[in-house]
């Protein structure tokens, strides 16, 4: 506890009073955060534009252990992606990445990875609007996979065969996720063609950028199973649809 200092994407504000900003922050160094900003709707407010959201900030804030709220002390601009949000594709991809991470991201856990993955994604959405759609479902798996909600997608939920790279059999995919060989499918599972499979398994080894271009690069047929089978577990891992519509913008 005590003074914190951290680089943060800004989520969210809501209005406080008449001069005051709540503020939800993704954080490096202490996960979710909700803070109190004094005066940050003064004209002359010292935070300037730096506390809108869809921007990095070096965030310097106080922390008391019985408090779930921080206080805002400092917050400088380290790169904006207000200007993005100019571009409809952008503004839906990227409320949609936001809103993930504050369904998912439980308050004051840090969690690196999850930072660097929403930090990446943001910036490479912010510069690729038209792969808002792809970038979206890359950000999915990846939530899932960092929270504990994807499964691993290496063996047979059956018999345990591997069902890797070199698995030269037929593969299939339940609602929930699991895998099958085809000996113990089971009712209503989907086959799963390699394609979208090495699709669903590869976003641990590849960031956005790589992935999304393999992504629209695959069969129109492999990136409907992947993009819904990401969006079903999502709805499954929160038990209902997310607050934010998935974005739409590139092809599936």
């Given amino acids: 506890m005590g003074l914190v200092e951290t680089q943060a994407i800004v989520l969210q504000t809501y209005k406080l009073a008449d001069a ?13 955060v909700r803070g109190v900003a004094r005066g940050a709707r ?3 407010s010292k935070f300037g534009a730096s506390l ?10 106080f922390e008391k252990e019985t408090r779930e709220l921080v206080t805002i ?15 409809p ?18 308050p004051h856990h840090a969690d690196e990875r999850l930072f660097k993955m929403l930090r ?17 479902t890359y950000t999915e798996l990846w939530t899932l996979r960092l929270t504990g909600f994807l499964p691993e997608f290496k063996t047979c939920g059956g018999c345990g065969v591997p ?3 070199s698995f030269r059999g037929q593969r299939y995919i339940s609602h929930e996720g699991v895998l ?7 009712g209503g599972a989907q086959p799963l063609c390699a394609e979208a499979y090495m699709l669903l398994s590869s976003t641990r080894q590849r960031g956005p950028a790589a992935w999304s271009e393999s992504f629209e690069e695959a069969g129109e047929e492999s990136r409907r199973v992947v993009s819904e089978t990401a969006r079903r577990l999502v709805r499954r891992a929160l038990e209902r649809e997310p607050r934010a519509g998935k974005a739409s913008g590139a092809k599936i």
């Fill in 20 to 32: 005051d900003k709540i503020v939800l922050c993704m954080t490096e160094k202490s996960g979710l």
């Fill in 42 to 44: 003064r004209l002359k």
């Fill in 52 to 61: 809108e959201p869809f921007t990095l900030i070096h965030l310097t804030f």
């Fill in 73 to 87: 002390k400092g917050a400088e601009i380290v790169k904006s992606y207000f200007q993005a949000s100019g571009s």
């Fill in 89 to 106: 594709e952008a503004f839906e991809g990227l409320v949609y990445i936001l809103e993930l991470v504050k369904e998912f991201a439980p």
């Fill in 120 to 136: 990446a994604c943001v910036d490479f959405l912010a510069g690729q609007p038209a792969r808002a759609a792809s970038v979206s």
């Fill in 163 to 165: 069902l890797g790279e």
């Fill in 180 to 186: 099958w060989c085809q000996d113990c499918r089971r």
